[in-house]
């Protein structure tokens, strides 16, 4: 996977330096950087690019700017990185300063006079006033800034998993912007790059006048960053007993009661808070109390997953689930298949007599429906399978996975939006991010199975895997007939666990699919492309990257 900066990022290199950097565009003077700030400035402002860009959209903006404004092409990475900073600029604004982080150089003090400590973290300045990090650090803290001296990637990406910054103010050389740029692009982290006018270890040179004003960014509207964390301890309140009684309404019977209960099961939510989340979105407001018609939404989408997961635990056979029963071998099978219908219908009854406007709630249920038809017919390709199972190739598998994971991130996603006041614009961009999401997160699951210390239980079960499809075609000999085997439940093989596990190592399977997983995460984030509104294009960047990264 490329490094989102690759062969974009500003190389700063005194004129004749040897060295690393010696072959690297020297920055424009101080004329030129005006002159290109102001340019992009005004780009962006007719534009309106969307942030976080990926690597083709920083390409094509920067070679606008370059073909429009008669710039050199020597400038062309240095533009990219002012392209990006002006895209952010308004989002930064509306974070507040103790949110943010400036992340300072080690290099740009006086080494042979510095009086500094270092510690795990980095520089402890010692204020004395001989460099720019004094200047700069006294007033980040005045303003409120979390300030670090030090080369930060690591640090950066610990704050980042623990959601301690909102948004980052880095001064760099082009080694530490490459290395903390793809934990921001990952992550939808807002951000402004000020590269240094002279590379090197020590006693280097930065604009403080740019530093300056980008320090006092503020001003802007209120943020729509949405808290994810917050979100999904809220969604998760939802679950428990007193509040699925005060949404759903009295219990109507021992069905009804079963299905809260299994309502109430801990699982990712991710579906519940996917919808929440695009509704945050589309809304424009990043808190502040949810209302309950996007409660009973939320708990819809989770009815409908749930439903799911009965049916498909009793075609598959499985006995456990979350650690417990499933709820065919603690109930009976003809008990189970009723609560699973129950839960469908709950679902629609939900949306049905939601507050919502008579437009939005008809094209919630038509999407909930759409969905529901797309999903049982990818389940009933890989049940027909089953009858007559076969080796299948990765691209059948990949397909079964298209069919049948996609569709429910794609009404989790729509009823958000919908409910939010989404405009049409952008179903085709949720849909096609939906099923490379869906797509990936599936193969993610072949990979669990595959790294379990319990052994390959799902490899070896009547399900289609990508794993075994690779090793399939990748196989000879003796190996290609073993797996052949496992694939058509003929033989002994079948409850080789162990067996398939040697094969798919000694063939290298788990680094394809690892390969194939990211391929399609990739997929899904540059569909995010065409959108228009940053909190949207922001926010389901984030996902991924919680999803993909555990963070």
């Given amino acids: 996977m490329p490094e989102p900066f690759d062969n974009l990022t500003l190389h700063a290199a005194r004129p ?21 700030r102001t340019v992009i400035r005004n780009y962006v402002a007719a534009r309106r690019p969307v942030p976080p860009f990926s690597i083709d959209e920083l390409r094509i903006h920067s070679d606008h700017i370059l073909e429009t404004s008669g710039t050199d092409a020597q400038y062309r990475k240095f533009v990219a990185v002012l392209i990006s900073n002006e895209a952010w600029r308004d989002m930064i604004a509306a974070v507040p300063f103790d949110h943010r982080l400036l992340l300072l150089p ?114 802007g509207a209120p943020s729509c960053r949405v808290n994810i964390d917050a979100l999904r301890g809220t969604v998760e309140s939802w679950f428990a007993p007193e509040a699925l009684a005060e949404a759903l309404g009295p219990s109507t019977g021992e069905t009804d009661a079963i299905a809260r209960a299994w309502l109430a099961k801990s699982g990712k939510r991710w579906r519940p808070l996917l919808a929440t989340c695009a509704y945050r979105a589309f809304r424009g407001k ?32 499985d006995d456990s689930r979350y650690g417990d029963p499933t709820l065919h071998h603690e109930h009976g099978t003809p008990v189970a298949l009723n609560v699973g219908d129950f839960l469908l219908g709950e679902g629609y009854r939900l949306i049905a007599e939601c507050g919502l406007p008579e437009g939005a709630r008809a094209a919630m249920l038509q999407a909930a429906a759409r969905g529901h038809r797309d999903l049982t017919i990818g389940q009933g390709s890989e049940l027909c399978w089953a009858r007559r ?36 614009e952008v179903w085709d961009v949720l849909r096609r991010y939906s099923e490379a999401l ?81 391929t399609y995460e990739e997929q899904a984030i540059r569909c995010l492309e065409p ?21």
């Avoid at 004749?16 to 290109?36: F, I, N, Q, W």
């Avoid at 409910?419 to 049409?424: I, L, N, Q, T």
């Fill in 389 to 424: 199972p076969q080796p299948l190739s990765t691209s059948e598998v990949i397909d079964i996975f298209r069919r049948k994971t996609a569709p429910a991130f794609e009404v989790a996603l729509r009823l958000g939006a919908i409910a939010g006041g989404a405009a049409g």
């Fill in 438 to 518: 869906g797509i990936a997160y599936q193969i993610s699951d072949d990979l669990k199975d595959c790294r379990g210390g319990d052994g390959p239980t799902d490899l070896v079960a009547m399900r289609p895997s990508v794993l075994l499809a690779i090793a399939h075609e990748r196989a000879a000999g003796g190996d290609r007939a073993f797996l052949d085997a496992v694939w058509r439940r003929s033989g002994p093989e079948v409850r080789d666990a162990a067996g398939v596990l040697r094969r798919l190592e000694a063939l290298g399977v788990e680094a394809e699919a690892e390969r194939l997983m990211r």
């Fill in 16 to 36: 004749g330096e040897p060295g690393r950097d010696a072959c690297a565009p020297v920055p424009p003077d101080r004329a030129e950087r005006d002159r290109l």
């Fill in 286 to 317: 990043a808190d502040g109390p949810l209302p309950d018609d996007i409660r009973r939404i939320a708990i819809a989408v989770e009815c409908f997953h749930k439903a799911s997961l009965i049916h498909d635990d009793i075609e598959d056979g």
């Fill in 531 to 551: 959108l228009t509104s940053p909190e949207l294009k922001g926010l389901l960047r984030r996902v991924v990257f919680r999803i993909f990264r555990r963070t």
């Fill in 106 to 219: 080690k290099c740009l003090r006086r080494e042979a006079e510095c009086a500094a400590s270092i510690d795990a973290l980095g520089l402890i300045c010692a204020d004395c006033g001989k460099c720019p990090i004094h200047r700069l650090k006294s007033e980040g803290e005045r303003l409120g800034y979390a300030v670090l001296v030090a080369e930060g990637a690591a640090v950066v990406m610990a704050l980042i998993r623990e959601r301690k910054i909102e948004a980052v103010l880095g001064v760099s050389c082009l080694a530490a912007l490459e290395s903390i740029y793809p934990l921001m692009e990952s992550a939808a982290v807002p951000g402004i790059a000020i590269p240094l006018l002279r590379a090197g270890c020590s006693e280097t040179a930065v604009d403080v006048d740019w530093v300056w004003e980008a320090m006092h960014l503020n001003g």
